[in-house]
């Protein structure tokens, strides 16, 4: 059974840091690209970072450039999200999902419970 964890939220002061991790289980990791999203209540969910399955593009969402940065450990069968320079719009909870040789656009058919990331203002 394919299972998608997601770790690492928290409550930080704007300007600070955090690390997400998201550890897969049941699918062939290296075979699959990974996507991070966020929602906040009351809006969309929103595509704030992804990596395509070769490890080899990114996609940032313009909000966020500059300041996240995606990467995988295929021996780990982890994704990780590094979110610097945080800001209190950036208060969400953050998924992550994945693509069976997928681009950074999906399509994403397993998705994590998600974590929640508060930034204090």
């Known amino acids: 059974q394919v299972q998608l964890v997601e770790s690492g939220g928290g409550l930080v002061q704007a300007g600070g840091s955090l690390r997400l991790s998201c550890a897969a289980s049941g699918l062939t990791f290296s075979r699959y690209a990974i996507g991070w999203f966020r929602q906040a209540p009351g809006k969309e969910r929103e595509r704030v970072a992804a990596?395509?399955?070769?490890?080899?593009?990114?996609y940032y969402a313009d909000s966020v450039k500059g300041r996240f940065t995606i990467s995988r450990d295929n021996a780990k069968n982890t994704a990780y999200l590094q979110m610097n320079s945080l800001k209190p719009e950036d208060t969400a909870t953050y998924f992550c999902?994945?693509?069976?040789?997928?681009?950074?656009?999906?399509?994403?058919?397993?998705w994590g419970q998600g974590t929640q990331v508060t930034v204090s203002s």
């Open positions: 990596l395509n399955w070769r490890g080899t593009l990114r």
């Open positions: 999902a994945a693509a069976d040789y997928g681009t950074t656009t999906g399509p994403y058919n397993y």
